[in-house]
């Protein structure tokens, strides 16, 4: 039966295989007057002090480590829910693409509450539950959007089944083809959180690497410790700290210098607010960022 069962699978992955070696890229191209959700401010507000964060968080996810590599597929979930993973996965993206050199995928892979398509002003359409559970292509689901260098797949129709179609050969597959079609893209995953559901347990084996999402005053320390257990440890690159609030100038200079800083270097406060309102309305999502390294975490 173990034999019976190798070979069964090896005639699975080579007809995979066979079918990815044809596939092409997105045929699917995003409307040009598409109006993105304002909270992407990696797009919207590339002066701003949060897109100088999401440059931090690109740097150093994107910079080699000690073994000559960066992680090409990352995970972005939260221990629960709202706490801002889909508006870090999607800030980021938008981010690594804007490198000269980097190409970014966005996979909406929270197949409960996808969002993605809502940030990026889609309408409802097949994705990546459609791809996972019938005969869609995968370019037919891959989609380029206006932003040069960034294609997102849809998380698609909702499904009765979200934990087994994540957890499919199918899924293991196309991460791999994925990672291994370009060597100068990234592919953020955006999961479903990790304490209600058990995509993320089953997505972490899959990828390189894993970003953590926390919001701040909110999230306790005991359900970060219970979510870390449900992961690789060994794969965690680090926590994002979501909507950390600064109730005094001496902590807004600790954390990001004086404001003479920012106005000398063109970050100023005309540039942060080119909207009325957008302040308040960027305030939900992050009034800070920060990387905490978790490598020699107990």
Known sequence: MGKMFDALRKTEQEKFAESAEHEEEPRDVMPADVIFDDKLVAYYQQASMVAEQFRRLR???TSPKLDGASPKTILVTSTLAGEGKSLIAAN???MI???LQSYALLVDCDLRNPSLSKLFGLQQQKGLSDYLAGDTKIEDIMIKTPIDKLSIIPGGNLEENPVELIGSQKMKYLVQDLKSRYDDRFIIFDSSPILPTTEPSVLNKMVDGIIMVIMSGRTSRESVTQAIKALEKEKILGVVLNN???KTNAMIRKHFGSDRYY????YDY????PEPGIREKIKGMVNSIKMFRNKNAS
């Open 92 to 94: 980021l993206a938008i």
């Open 270 to 273: 005309s540039k942060a607010d």
């Open 263 to 266: 106005y000398n270097y063109n």
């Open 97 to 99: 693409s804007a490198e």
């Open 244 to 246: 950390l609030e600064f």
């Open 59 to 61: 740097t150093y996810i």
